[in-house]
Nanobody, 122 residues
Framework: QVQLVESGGGSVQTGGSLRLACAAS????????MAWFRQPPGKEREVVAESVNSNTYYADSVNGRFTISRDNAVNTLYPQMTSLKPEDAAVYYC?????????????????WGQGTQVTVSS
C-alpha cells in the first residue's frame, strides 16, 4: 500500500524559508513523476512544482523561489521554499505515481498525502 506523509509545515514571516518533506512508503520513488500542489484558503488546488527523471517544472508564481528535490536514500521528496510571501500560505500536498500523462505532463496522480499547512505572516 502506497502512502505519502508530508511534514515540515508551519508558520513563518514574509521572506522566510521552509523545507517541506514527503516521505513515501510502499513504493520506491526513484525518478518517478511526483509533484507538490497547494490549496490556499477558499481557492482551488494548484500545482506548485513537478519532478520526473531529471526534469523539474515550476509554477510561475514560485519559479526562482522554490526548489524541488528528492533523496532516494530516504525515499523522500522535498520542496525548499524561500522568500515566502503571504500568498504562499496554503495547505501543501504531495502527489505521486502518475495516473494520466499528456504532452509529457501528468494530469492526475494515483496517490496523495494528507497535506501540511504553511502560514506566512506579513
Amino acid at each position: 500500500q502506497v502512502q505519502l506523509v508530508e511534514s515540515g509545515g508551519g508558520s513563518v514571516q514574509t521572506g522566510g524559508s521552509l523545507r517541506l518533506a514527503c516521505a513515501a512508503s510502499g513504493y520506491t520513488i526513484g525518478t518517478s513523476y511526483m509533484a507538490w500542489f497547494r490549496q490556499p484558503p477558499g481557492k482551488e488546488r494548484e500545482v506548485v512544482a513537478e519532478s520526473v527523471n531529471s526534469n523539474t517544472y515550476y509554477a510561475d508564481s514560485v519559479n526562482g523561489r522554490f526548489t524541488i528535490s528528492r533523496d532516494n536514500a530516504v525515499n523522500t521528496l522535498y520542496p525548499q521554499m524561500t522568500s515566502l510571501k503571504p500568498e504562499d500560505a496554503a495547505v501543501y500536498y504531495c502527489a505521486a505515481r502518475c495516473r494520466e500523462l499528456a504532452g509529457g505532463r501528468c494530469l492526475n496522480f494515483w496517490n496523495w498525502g494528507q497535506g501540511t499547512q504553511v502560514t506566512v505572516s506579513s
